[in-house]
């Protein structure tokens, strides 16, 4: 082959090897993916086996890539000085910057000794790098653009978010259910385990919510008031000035905390979040998203303490009386009586009127077989709205009763009309037995309500768990039934979450356990006498704190022969 033409075949080679270079190099818009296939070819290509790859970062030069040469880390700075020290003497600009700036990147190789690099090679790497470089800034381009789009979905996520927690805060006008949306939409936000509200009004009820937080030291809240005024409305425990509730919070290992500014001086509270998973920290983004939910909740609280200003100018307690009769009128009159069996129910809601019920209805099934339906339930919320909500439950239940083979059909379908006819924010938990007195043999759905107590009578205790969500919450979901036994000595207690859940002055809970340990002592007394003694224990255990929910309880005892 004569000289010019083995030139040509050399060139013709060359422009191959570039043309399949830069198909690899446009055909990804991830810069790390561009720089191994940049480094690759030119390696391979040349026949090399050390190389580096800088990337020009903000103000410095940072390497990116190293293959083969002891002493250089990708990550590292890049320095010259060292690459050169490293073999790699033959260094390559990156594209044409301007005069005075860096370039986008630089090549590092070694050539053996005496290795020049021929026209041909030269020509291949300067063509190649002139596309990588093309390829560097799209690729930073599309970085930046998603991350942008990142940026505005999670901006839109945040818009969306701050709509719902307005949409259920115009929904409502209870402090305890602003404080309740609040919490929870905070906590579903960074999937948090501990978290605590408390927010004041002079002349109103504190309200607290709090999870895997201990708020005593905070409650109280005019010790610390004042050297609330002036500091940010969201910031890090960390930055707080040193204080006693800097302290508090640290013991509590609590990591950011919110201001509730709403109204005067009179008004304030403290949101308080503790860690997120994973070691991450507040952003100031999400101390920022953060600010702004709860300054829509401090205008809900306002709302909601003016409007209850507003029913006392009003003389709304008249309108309250005459619903706390009416919706009284919806319990039973009286309980049946069934042989072998002794049964007794009392409510005591937590104002004038509540949203718990309870009932017992004669069955008769679709085998012709006869028994009862009890039901205690449990409506979201308080007062007068509650109330209402628990007359419709009652009136669905009734409506439906006879209609109805199964009882998680029963459930099922209470379930899509409550969520028709009702607020979203607004649902029922309720307990529902079948309950077959000639044999004691019961089937059970419990919709999201609290877990009720079977009491053996060996003492032995069965929780009766959740076996479905609550109703009224979200449609179109199915529900299970368990199965229990009544046998003689054995005693059924169905109650309201008001009862384990009733506060002490100190704000501990009734709980579970001091339930069991309560009905064991009383297991061998009536059902009368049992009932007015739980209301009692947990009127002596409240003492002078208010009662916080409404509190229902049903016993139903199958005497010994």
Known sequence: MSAPESVQQEQLETYAALLESAELLHSSLDQDDLLRHLLRSVMGRLKVTRGLIAVAEKDSMLLALVRGA??????????????????????????????????????????????VLTPAETDFLNGLLGIAASGIVNARSHTQARQLNQ???????????????????????????????LVLTLAGRWALRRYG?????????????????????????????????????????ADLPESELKETLRAEQAEALFRIEAGDETTGGLVILGPRPGNHSFSEGDLEFGAGLVAQAAVAFENSWYFKEALERRKVEQELALAATIQENLFPARLPQIDGYDLDARNRPARHCGGDYYDILP?????????????????????????????????????????????????ARMNELLHATTPSNKYVTAILI????????????????????????DGESVWLKGTGTPLGLIPDLPYTEESLRLDPGDLLALFSDGVTEAQSPEEVEFGEGRVVGLFRQLADRSAHRIVGSVFEEIDRFAGDAPQYDDITLFVLKRVRS
């Open 197 to 237: 509200l408390i927010a004041w009004k002079h002349g109103h009820p504190l309200v607290l919510r709090a999870k895997g937080l201990e708020l005593g030291g905070l409650v109280d809240y005019q010790s610390y008031e004042r050297s609330l005024f002036g500091l940010p409305t969201a910031l890090r425990v």
């Open 70 to 115: 002891t002493g250089l880390v990708a990550g590292a700075e890049f320095n010259e000085e060292l690459a050169r020290q490293a073999g790699l003497e033959t260094l390559i600009p990156i594209g044409r910057p301007a005069e005075g700036e860096l370039p986008i990147g630089m090549l590092g190789l070694h050539l053996p000794p005496g290795r």
């Open 151 to 181: 940026a505005l979905d999670q901006k839109v996520q945040e818009l969306r978010t701050l709509l719902d927690l307005v949409r259920g805060l115009t929904a409502t006008l209870e402090p305890d259910e602003v404080a309740q949306l």
């Open 434 to 457: 079948d309950f077959d007195p000639s044999s004691g043999e019961a089937r059970y759905v419990n919709a999201g309500h609290t877990d009720c107590l079977l009491l053996r009578g």
């Open 363 to 411: 069955l008769t099934r679709r085998d012709g077989t006869k028994g009862y339906l009890i039901c205690v339930a449990d409506v979201a919320g308080k007062g007068l709205p509650a109330s209402l909500l628990m007359s419709n439950m009652q009136a669905t239940l009734r409506a439906l009763l006879d209609g109805i083979d199964s009882l998680p059909a029963l459930a």
